[in-house]
């Protein structure tokens, strides 16, 4: 899923990279904040495809450092991006766009050169080699420097917006003086004069991001929604688009430590989230009787599942959930708004399918009526909450399998949380588990916040350890904010 295949043999091959650009310019402690959260989440998400990652304070040294590893392009983001499906989206842009050295946010400066925003861009460093390493060139408005003549490019009749975003600039057959140079500048006139054309994210991938301007003080507010557009909680995720791992090795290893137990789960906790519940049971074989704790931040989502739940005949999945998201919300906008996933629903269907095979339909029919449901509204993150819904786990006789999902390594969480908070409330929801594990009848699942642990694991067996211990290569310690000790 997520084009996972497709990214990781390029970042082992060395074709392609990520670069995190600091961006030292912001004042504003809030903006600081959420910036640098939101630089935690991305480069951890991002190591999933592409786990060789490089950050610098200034392009020059980021280029040197891919280059000096031996990659042939990276993509950059500066501190201040917001991405939405951008990884998703990305290998058709890229595939398309192989030949073209550098692609960029381009501005027509007018009297002054061509200069480029840094907030994204894709930059072949074989062809940054071949022409000589050329420097970024640094902004300053101010600059005293004389002017200068060069080529003028030609660049395209179409703006993104205003007058000053051209879709392309190529190499031109006049030259023209320019009063001066920005940032971004020396970069364009090295490209230009290597007759090389630079072109603009395209529409798909510039829907795919965002940048919140975050060192413009008056400006920077503006931009916010941007990025509180994705943190919505009242959500619900209508489809499942993937079947549980398998679970065989981690059972047998309980059953050799235990042999009195026949490898029963009467107990399931599980987040709000399309037909979660009833998949997990299922997959973990639960008996009548048993009982499913659906938890949730999001009240919105806890309804939704439960109507699910009570609703649904087990036949023809995506048809049923179209009837009720229409119903939930007629407009189709506000449909967008409160739901994720519907785009996925045939993936839903085609796993009802594979789990149709193996006897799902008759145990909704034979099993599902006996079990005692329970809906819980509660944020997993607060450990004043969290510690008391714990105890629903709590029981000597039944062995519980716990779902955390992914929730602490989550964007909507992540901008209220850095990293290493999210690993220290990780951590201690874990002891917490600890606590009230029977002979070590807890399984958990939880996609650990920098991928140190495995995801999946018997409470006791857990290995919790602090930030600092962290190996420095873990993706944790990429970036200079979590690097002991502490800069700036």
């Given at each position: 899923?997520?084009?996972?295949?497709?990214?990781?043999?390029?970042?082992?091959?060395?074709?392609?990279?990520?670069g995190?650009?600091?961006?030292?310019?912001?004042?504003?402690?809030?903006?600081?904040?959420?910036?640098?959260?939101?630089?935690?989440?991305?480069?951890?998400?991002?190591?999933?495809?592409?786990?060789?990652?490089?950050?610098?304070?200034?392009?020059?040294?980021?280029?040197?450092?891919?280059?000096?590893?031996?990659?042939?392009?990276?993509?950059?983001?500066?501190?201040?991006?917001?991405?939405?499906?951008?990884?998703?989206?990305?290998?058709?842009?890229?595939?398309?766009?192989?030949?073209?050295?550098?692609?960029?946010?381009?501005l027509d400066?007018?009297?002054?050169?061509?200069?480029?925003?840094?907030?994204?861009?894709?930059?072949?460093?074989?062809?940054?080699?071949?022409?000589?390493?050329?420097?970024?060139?640094?902004?300053?408005?101010?600059?005293?420097?004389?002017?200068f003549?060069?080529?003028?490019?030609i660049?395209?009749?179409?703006?993104?917006?205003?007058?000053?975003?051209?879709h392309?600039?190529?190499?031109?057959?006049?030259?023209?003086?320019?009063?001066?140079k920005?940032?971004?500048?020396?970069?364009?006139?090295?490209?230009?004069?290597?007759?090389?054309?630079?072109?603009?994210?395209?529409?798909?991938?510039?829907?795919?991001?965002?940048?919140?301007?975050?060192?413009?003080?008056?400006?920077?507010?503006?931009?916010?929604?941007?990025?509180?557009?994705?943190?919505?909680?009242?959500?619900?995720?209508?489809?499942?688009?993937?079947?549980?791992?398998?679970?065989t090795?981690?059972?047998?290893?309980?059953?050799?430590?235990?042999?009195?137990?026949?490898?029963?789960?009467?107990?399931?906790?599980?987040?709000?989230?399309?037909?979660?519940?009833?998949?997990?049971?299922?997959?973990?074989?639960?008996?009548?009787?048993?009982?499913?704790?659906?938890?949730?931040?999001?009240?919105?989502?806890?309804?939704?599942?439960?109507?699910?739940?009570?609703?649904?005949?087990?036949?023809?999945?995506?048809?049923?959930?179209?009837?009720?998201?229409?119903?939930?919300?007629?407009?189709?906008?506000?449909?967008?708004?409160?739901?994720?996933?519907?785009?996925?629903?045939?993936?839903?269907?085609?796993?009802?399918?594979?789990?149709?095979?193996?006897?799902?339909?008759?145990?909704?029919?034979?099993?599902?009526?006996?079990?005692e449901?329970?809906?819980?509204?509660?944020?997993?993150?607060?450990?004043?909450?969290?510690?008391k819904?714990?105890?629903?786990?709590?029981?000597?006789?039944?062995?519980?399998?716990?779902?955390?999902?992914?929730?602490?390594?989550?964007?909507?969480?992540?901008?209220?949380?850095?990293?290493?908070?999210?690993?220290?409330?990780?951590?201690?929801?874990?002891?917490?588990?600890?606590?009230?594990?029977?002979?070590?009848?807890?399984?958990?699942?939880?996609?650990?916040?920098?991928?140190?642990?495995?995801?999946?694991?018997?409470?006791?067996d857990?290995?919790?350890?602090?930030?600092?211990?962290?190996?420095?290569?873990?993706?944790?310690k990429?970036?200079?904010?979590?690097?002991?000790?502490?800069?700036?």
């Amino acid at each position: 899923m997520f084009n996972k295949d497709w990214y990781l043999p390029k970042n082992k091959s060395k074709e392609l990279t990520v670069g995190w650009l600091y961006n030292k310019q912001i004042d504003d402690p809030f903006a600081e904040g959420y910036t640098r959260n939101m630089l935690d989440y991305w480069s951890v998400e991002f190591s999933w495809f592409l786990p060789e990652q490089f950050e610098a304070d200034n392009i020059d040294d980021l280029l040197k450092k891919a280059h000096a590893a031996g990659f042939k392009k990276m993509v950059v983001f500066k501190q201040g991006t917001v991405l939405r499906q951008f990884i998703q989206e990305f290998p058709t842009f890229y595939e398309a766009t192989k030949n073209v050295p550098f692609v960029g946010h381009i501005l027509d400066q007018q009297d002054s050169y061509y200069t480029i925003h840094p907030q994204a861009f894709i930059i072949d460093l074989a062809w940054w080699e071949s022409v000589g390493f050329p420097e970024w060139g640094q902004q300053d408005r101010h600059s005293l420097e004389e002017s200068f003549e060069t080529i003028e490019p030609i660049r395209s009749a179409e703006n993104w917006h205003d007058e000053y975003t051209p879709h392309w600039i190529a190499p031109g057959t006049t030259s023209r003086t320019y009063k001066r140079k920005l940032g971004g500048s020396n970069m364009v006139r090295a490209l230009i004069e290597d007759g090389k054309q630079i072109i603009s994210w395209n529409k798909e991938m510039r829907e795919e991001k965002a940048y919140t301007y975050p060192e413009i003080v008056v400006g920077a507010p503006r931009h916010i929604p941007a990025v509180l557009e994705q943190l919505g909680m009242d959500i619900f995720f209508i489809a499942n688009t993937e079947l549980p791992p398998d679970y065989t090795q981690w059972i047998n290893r309980r059953k050799l430590q235990y042999p009195e137990w026949d490898g029963t789960f009467n107990r399931l906790v599980v987040p709000a989230a399309g037909l979660s519940a009833l998949i997990y049971a299922f997959i973990l074989g639960m008996p009548k009787n048993g009982k499913i704790f659906v938890y949730d931040i999001s009240k919105f989502g806890l309804e939704m599942t439960k109507r699910i739940i009570q609703e649904w005949d087990g036949k023809d999945y995506s048809k049923f959930a179209q009837r009720l998201m229409r119903e939930i919300a007629p407009e189709p906008s506000r449909r967008r708004d409160i739901f994720r996933g519907s785009a996925q629903l045939g993936d839903s269907d085609n796993t009802i399918n594979k789990l149709a095979e193996q006897g799902f339909i008759k145990w909704l029919e034979e099993v599902l009526p006996t079990l005692e449901i329970f809906y819980n509204p509660v944020n997993i993150m607060d450990p004043n909450k969290s510690k008391k819904f714990v105890k629903t786990a709590k029981n000597e006789r039944d062995v519980t399998y716990i779902h955390l999902s992914n929730i602490y390594h989550y964007l909507p969480t992540s901008f209220y949380y850095n990293l290493q908070q999210r690993w220290a409330l990780h951590n201690e929801l874990i002891n917490s588990y600890k606590d009230v594990s029977d002979n070590n009848n807890l399984f958990i699942y939880s996609a650990c916040p920098v991928g140190y642990h495995s995801r999946i694991n018997w409470a006791d067996d857990w290995n919790q350890i602090p930030f600092s211990e962290l190996p420095d290569n873990n993706i944790g310690k990429l970036l200079k904010w979590n690097k002991p000790p502490y800069k700036n």
